[in-house]
Nanobody, 125 residues
């Protein structure tokens, strides 16, 4: 089973940029649909972005379109989430996960199989 580790979070001001990384100690991430989801205190998990297995097709939640970019580096076995123009409402713990669906399925808002511990992103105004 793939083991996922996220990194790259931090405390930034609104408008700043962060790049999150998701690496696997075992398993080939290109074999999976990979999703970034986030969870803020007191809120449900919400999918942010996904990238399809063995493909470059992606999907984004409306609230990050035009600001976030997901990508893969298969040589590094890493999935990235480039986050530009961060807003205070982006504050959350961000997790990467393997997922049953990419693009997102409205019928399955949390189709996650395996996920890491997450990385905290805090955006101040």
């Amino acid at each position: 089973q793939v083991q996922l580790v996220e990194s790259g979070g931090g405390v930034v001001q609104a408008g700043a940029t962060l790049r999150l990384s998701c690496t696997a100690s075992e398993g080939n991430l290109d074999d999976y649909n990979m999703v970034w989801f986030r969870q803020a205190p007191g809120k449900e998990r919400e999918q942010v972005s996904c990238i399809r297995e063995k493909d470059v097709r992606t999907d984004y939640a409306n609230f990050v379109k035009g600001r976030f970019t997901i990508s893969r580096d298969n040589a590094m076995n890493t999935v990235y989430l480039q986050m530009d123009n961060l807003k205070p409402e982006d504050t959350a713990v961000y997790h990467c996960a393997t997922s049953a669906f990419c693009p997102f399925s409205k019928d399955y808002p949390q189709p996650f199989h395996t996920w890491g511990q997450g990385t905290q992103v805090t955006v101040s105004s």
